[in-house]
C-alpha cells in the first residue's frame, strides 16, 4: 500500500485496501501473547495464513487471465500461486511473527529484570512495544524476503512465468 497506484492501473483487493491489514493479524497477536489466550494468537494466525492464502489464489487467477500462449498458461499460474504464496507466507506471517514474539519476549524479560513494575503493567508495556515495532519491521522484512527470493527461488522460474512483482 505504500507504492501509489499506477494511472489507469487495476487495483489489487489485496494489496492497495483495507484487507492489506489483515496480513498483520498475526503480528498483533504476537504483541498481545501475553495477554490472550492462546487461542486469540493462534487465531490470528489464521487470518494472516488466510489471507496469504486468499492473495495467492487470486495472483493466480490473474495470471490465468492473462492473454498469451496456451501452453504457458499453467506455468504462468503455477509461478504466480507459488511466488505470491512463498513471498506472503515469510514477510507477512514467519518472519515477522518471530520477530514480534522475540521483541516482545525480550521486552517482557528486561522489564522483569530491570524493573518492580507489576506483572500487568509489563505485560502492557510489552504489548505497547510490540504494536510499535510493527511498522518499522515491514519494509525491511519485505526487501528482505525479495532479496531472497531473488536469489534463490525466481532462478528456478521460466522467463516466460516470472512474476512482475511482490
Not at 492473454?67 to 514467519?94: C, H, I, K
Request: glycine share 8%; aromatic share 10%; with cysteine.
Amino acid at each position: 500500500m505504500s507504492e501509489p497506484q499506477r494511472l489507469g492501473a487495476e487495483r489489487d483487493l489485496y494489496r492497495d485496501t483495507w484487507v492489506r491489514y489483515l496480513g498483520y493479524a498475526n503480528e498483533v497477536g504476537e504483541a498481545f501473547r501475553s495477554l490472550v489466550p492462546k487461542a486469540v494468537v493462534w487465531l490470528s494466525y489464521g487470518v494472516s495464513s488466510s489471507y496469504v492464502l486468499a492473495d495467492a489464489i487470486d495472483k493466480g487467477k490473474k495470471a490465468g487471465e492473462v492473454q498469451g500462449p496456451e501452453a504457458g498458461r499453467s506455468t504462468r499460474v503455477t509461478v504466480a500461486v507459488v511466488d505470491t504464496f512463498v513471498w506472503q507466507a515469510l514477510a507477512s506471517v514467519a518472519i515477522p511473527g518471530f520477530t514480534i514474539n522475540r521483541v516482545c519476549a525480550a521486552s517482557l524479560y528486561v522489564l522483569g529484570t530491570a524493573t518492580r513494575w507489576p506483572l500487568t503493567v509489563r505485560k502492557w508495556t510489552t504489548t505497547a512495544v510490540g504494536l510499535l515495532t510493527i511498522p518499522f519491521i515491514i519494509h525491511p522484512i519485505d526487501r528482505s524476503v525479495d532479496f531472497l527470493l531473488d536469489s534463490s527461488l525466481r532462478k528456478l522460474y521460466p522467463s516466460v512465468g516470472k512474476p512482475s512483482s511482490s
